[in-house]
């Protein structure tokens, strides 16, 4: 018996919820990866939040390592749906900033041991640089659901970002990887550089830990954003306008955000600020 019900199955928003929750609750953490909690707990929100609203769509990732969240993009699919998944995988030499570690074996040992169908993904084990959209959508459709987290340089931050504008539906979601991460400079300059190019529609409306939401569609960026500030109410930081667009901000479940997001604290700002200068005594 499979641990989570296969994808192919039942489409009840019902049963996409259950799967994500025994997903991201319990089988994340057993798969090596890159992936907060709070952030995967946002993402299997945002695809029922789509489930919910119609929206129809594949799924794909640039950069699985052993599928930590290609596997939450997965167990999203409704039937009829596919995914891609692309990594440079064992071909190690052109990992040209040590910037993940991809098992072909492991991530397909993942796949099965939770109860996906390996026929519904497409797999590249190649350069995400050496790939067109053209041959990606060949494969999936059009998508709803994309992850970005592969090489992290600049050249090709931008190249997985050109992949995503033209492969996304105006209504769906890019996720990338990293884009503040000190560790990963190059991330945001690719990104600027995507960014700077009027052409481009693609723009945020939210982050969560190590992780940037774009859409292209504004109204559908504004609707996603609301949903998960009311659903995330206690994860959230603050708003900043970002390349021209409202972007929500999403923080980690500490105690210190839990206290900044208390009714209280939310109706007196003040005593906020006067419980931060007791922070050295809490320690």
């Known amino acids: 018996?499979?641990?989570?019900?296969?994808?192919?199955?039942?489409?009840?928003?019902?049963?996409?919820?259950?799967?994500?929750?025994?997903?991201?609750t319990r089988e994340c953490r057993r798969v090596a990866g890159w992936l907060a909690p709070e952030s995967a707990a946002v993402i299997a929100r945002l695809a029922v939040a789509q489930a919910d609203w119609k929206i129809a769509g594949g799924a794909g990732e640039i950069g699985i390592h052993h599928g930590k969240l290609f596997l939450l993009l997965f167990f999203a699919l409704r039937a009829g749906e596919r995914a891609f998944?692309?990594?440079?995988?064992?071909?190690?030499?052109?990992?040209?900033?040590?910037?993940?570690?991809?098992?072909?074996?492991?991530?397909?040992?993942?796949?099965r041991r939770l109860g996906g169908d390996p026929e519904r993904v497409s797999i590249f084990a190649q350069d995400s640089t050496s790939v067109t959209a053209a041959t990606l959508l060949?494969?999936?459709?059009?998508?709803?659901?994309?992850?970005?987290?592969?090489?992290?340089?600049?050249?090709?931050?931008?190249?997985?970002?050109?992949?995503?504008?033209?492969?996304?539906?105006?209504?769906?979601?890019?996720?990338?990887?990293?884009l503040y991460q000190e560790r990963w400079p190059a991330v945001a300059a690719g990104t600027f550089a995507f960014m700077s190019?009027?052409?481009?529609?693609?723009?945020?409306?939210?982050?969560?830990?190590?992780?940037?939401?774009?859409?292209?569609?504004?109204?559908?960026?504004a609707r996603y954003r609301d949903l998960l500030a009311a659903?995330?109410?206690?994860?959230?930081?603050?708003?900043?306008?970002?390349f021209g667009s409202e972007v929500l901000i999403l923080g980690r479940r500490t105690l210190s955000n839990r206290i900044r997001n208390h009714r209280l604290v939310r109706a007196n700002p003040d005593l906020y600020r006067r419980l931060s200068r007791l922070r050295h005594f809490w320690r």
Do not use: W
């Not at 018996?1 to 991201?24: C, D, F, K, Q, W």
């Not at 994860?235 to 306008?241: K, P």
């Open 85 to 111: 998944a692309l990594d440079i995988f064992e071909d190690q030499q052109l990992n040209r900033d040590a910037s993940g570690d991809g098992d072909r074996a492991v991530f397909l040992g993942h796949l």
């Open 1 to 24: 018996m499979s641990i989570i019900a296969t994808a192919a199955g039942p489409s009840s928003l019902e049963n996409l919820e259950r799967r994500l929750a025994v997903y991201v």
């Open 197 to 221: 190019d009027p052409a481009n529609r693609l723009r945020p409306f939210a982050i969560s830990p190590n992780k940037t939401y774009f859409c292209k569609d504004p109204g559908h960026a």
């Open 231 to 242: 659903d995330f109410a206690d994860l959230v930081l603050g708003r900043a306008s970002v």
């Open 138 to 178: 060949a494969a999936t459709g059009p998508l709803r659901l994309m992850s970005v987290d592969g090489g992290h340089t600049q050249e090709v931050t931008r190249n997985d970002l050109q992949l995503g504008e033209a492969m996304l539906l105006p209504e769906g979601l890019l996720i990338l990887d990293d």
